[in-house]
Structure formats: structure tokens, C-alpha cells
């Protein structure tokens, strides 16, 4: 709940079946209360501006104006929580991509019909909790492309050395921001983050034309190599196995944990199972506790290991239970963790660590 009343949610789509599925769906939730609905942003503004909703979901195609301008226009003159509920076409996935980085809270997938809801059903209300919990980001706007971050001294890198990372609501951005400053030569670097999958692929597209590493959605058997991020396919579990002097990824179903698939602890723990005190763990934004447990692994197998602080945090429940557990080696800003990876990863630092 806000503030000890419902979560008020403001239902926008042109679909009246998906208003529909997302109202029943909503409404069935004792903490969640849909105040009205609409079918285009003409009369989303209007609506908002009478029942003062605290979580806006938002189509993407929508006739008269699509959502993206609506989104633009909603986050300049009146910021809130919104959750983007798009079709699993590619155009629609770039745009939900797109909507992301204008400040949107998370992107699912939008049921076909009322008795194809899946997971959508069973993530749609904590999804909301999630943005009504959030911090409203202010749109980034045009930026120039990220300069690397440089080692204070020449990166020599560690042999085999593995980072991952994981991260959740508010993740998309923040993996963006630390892989655009990571130079070409970064250490192989694994990433769950939690997506639905038709969204994973374009998400992982769009990091490999922003960055200098590689970055591609990874496939069961892909080699970790030097200048490569292998970013988990929605709705499957993502693993590191050792394979000879190196490491490759299994892709496989399995159950949810923590309610997610992928899941940041079965990553985490198969890094501390494989790579231990070789690997550097890093938790990011997101609701809940997925995370927790498997950077702790990692910390108790001498990996070093960094939480985003609550500052930066668009939700701070993953980073926040990694510390409550004394995983975290370190606490930094988001803006600060790039930097702080280098150097993890870099022979002079892990030497000054070893030594302390």
C-alpha cells in the first residue's frame, strides 16, 4: 500500500479486452485499486489529472497519440510510476526498450486474451507494488556516448576472472550505464536481469550497438571470452560452468526462484560454485530478494562484491537484502560501480586486496 491506503492504478489501452484482463487482474489484489481506465492518452491525461493515480499502465500503440510521445510528455510535466504493457513484436519491443530509457519503471508483455494471461498474471501486481515503490527517474535525454573508464594504472587483467550481475526493476538503465563505460577488453561478464523474453534479445541488441564489449542474448553452451557479456534469456535460468581453463553458460528451464525465471541467485551461486574468489558479483535495482542469497556465496567464496546504493536505487529491495545479509563488500552510487569494477578486475587492485 501507499502511505496505508490501496496502490490507485490507472489502466491505459486501446484494447477494451486488455483493460479487461488488466482490471480483473489488478482488482483482485486487496492492496491494489483501479480507479478508471482509457483507451487512448487524450483521455489518460484527463483522467489522471481528476483521480490522481499512483502507477499509470501504458500501451504503447494506441491510436491518436502512441505512447511513446504520451510517455515523453507525462515524465516532463507530470512525473509518475508507469508500467508499459506492450506486444511481443519486434517494433513494439524496440519501443518498450525506448520507453525504458524515457523513464518508464518496467516493460511486460501483453496478454493475448483472458485465458492467456500466464505469466503476466502472476507478476502484473508485484510489478506494480514494485513502481509504486519506485523512484521516478528523470529522462536522461540525449547524451553523449560514454567515455571508458580508465584503470588507475594499465589494465592488466586477472586470469579467468568472471563478473556477473544482476538487477531487476530499474535494471535496464543501470546495466547501460556501467556496460557503456566498460572498456573493449572488460573480463567476460554474465548479466540476469529479470525481462520477459521477447524483450531480452532487443535488449541485449541494443547494449551490443551502445558498448564496446560484445553483449548478445546468451545460448546453452556460449563461451565466456574477454570483451563478451552473455545477458540471460527471459524466462529461462542462466548458469556459469567451468569448461577446461575456461567457462561457458547452460540455458535451461527450471522452477522460479525467488518467483523469477531467469533468477539472479541461480546465477550468483553457480559463479561462487565455479569461479569463487575469481569473480566479482554486482547487484543492482529491483524489487525483492532474488540475489541475496547467491552474492553471499560469492562473498564467502572470496569474490568481491557491490550493491547499488538506496540513493540511486529506482527500487532498492534486491541491493538492500544483500547487504541486510553482509554480502556486499561494497555500497557504492550507480555511477561509481563502473569505475569500481575496473579496478576490481585489474591485477594492481586485487594484489593491494589480497595483501590487505
Known amino acids: 500500500m501507499v502511505s496505508g491506503r490501496k496502490i490507485r492504478v490507472l489502466v491505459v489501452d486501446d484494447s477494451a479486452l486488455v483493460r479487461h484482463v488488466l482490471t480483473e487482474t489488478l482488482s483482485a489484489e486487496p492492496d491494489l485499486e483501479v480507479v478508471g481506465s482509457a483507451a487512448d492518452p487524450y483521455a489518460a491525461r484527463d483522467l489522471i489529472l481528476e483521480l490522481q493515480p499512483d502507477v499509470l499502465t501504458l500501451d504503447i500503440e494506441m491510436p491518436r497519440m502512441d505512447g511513446l510521445t504520451f510517455l515523453r510528455k507525462l515524465m516532463r510535466y507530470r512525473p509518475m510510476p508507469v508500467l508499459v504493457i506492450s506486444s511481443l513484436a519486434q517494433s513494439s519491443c524496440a519501443a518498450a526498450l525506448t520507453a525504458l530509457e524515457e523513464g518508464a519503471v518496467e516493460a511486460l508483455g501483453k496478454p493475448a486474451g483472458p485465458y492467456s ?72 561478464t554474465v548479466i540476469t536481469q529479470h525481462i520477459p523474453s521477447g524483450f531480452s534479445k532487443p535488449f541485449a541488441d541494443r547494449l551490443n550497438d551502445l558498448c564496446r564489449m560484445e553483449v548478445k542474448q546468451a545460448e546453452d553452451g556460449d563461451e565466456l571470452r ?65 540475489g541475496a542469497n547467491g552474492m553471499l556465496e560469492m562473498h564467502q567464496k572470496g569474490a568481491s562484491t557491490i550493491a547499488q546504493d538506496e540513493e540511486s536505487c529506482v527500487v532498492f529491495g534486491m541491493p538492500r537484502e544483500a547487504i541486510r545479509k553482509g554480502a556486499a563488500g561494497q555500497v557504492l552510487p550507480l555511477d561509481q560501480i563502473a569505475s569500481a569494477m575496473v579496478r576490481l578486475v585489474s591485477v594492481h587492485e586485487r594484489e593491494a586486496v589480497s595483501r590487505y
Do not use: W
Open 117 to 188: 494471461v500466464g505469466d503476466l498474471r502472476r507478476t502484473l501486481a508485484d510489478k506494480v507494488r514494485a513502481a509504486a515503490a519506485s523512484r521516478v527517474r528523470v529522462p536522461r535525454g540525449k547524451v553523449e556516448k560514454a567515455v571508458p573508464v580508465a584503470a588507475a594504472a594499465p589494465l592488466l587483467l586477472r586470469d579467468n576472472v568472471v563478473v556477473a550481475i544482476g538487477a531487476s526493476t530499474g535494471g535496464t538503465e543501470a546495466i547501460r550505464l556501467i556496460l557503456e563505460k566498460l572498456p573493449a577488453n572488460f573480463p567476460p
Open 226 to 290: 574477454t570483451g563478451r557479456a552473455l545477458l540471460a534469456p527471459g524466462g529461462l535460468h542462466m548458469l556459469l560452468r567451468r569448461n577446461g581453463a575456461g567457462y561457458r553458460v547452460a540455458v535451461k528451464n527450471g522452477p522460479r526462484v525467488c518467483y523469477q525465471r531467469p533468477s539472479v541467485d541461480v546465477l550468483f551461486s553457480s559463479v561462487a560454485a565455479e569461479a569463487g574468489r575469481s569473480s566479482v558479483g554486482v547487484i543492482l535495482t529491483g524489487m525483492g530478494s532474488d
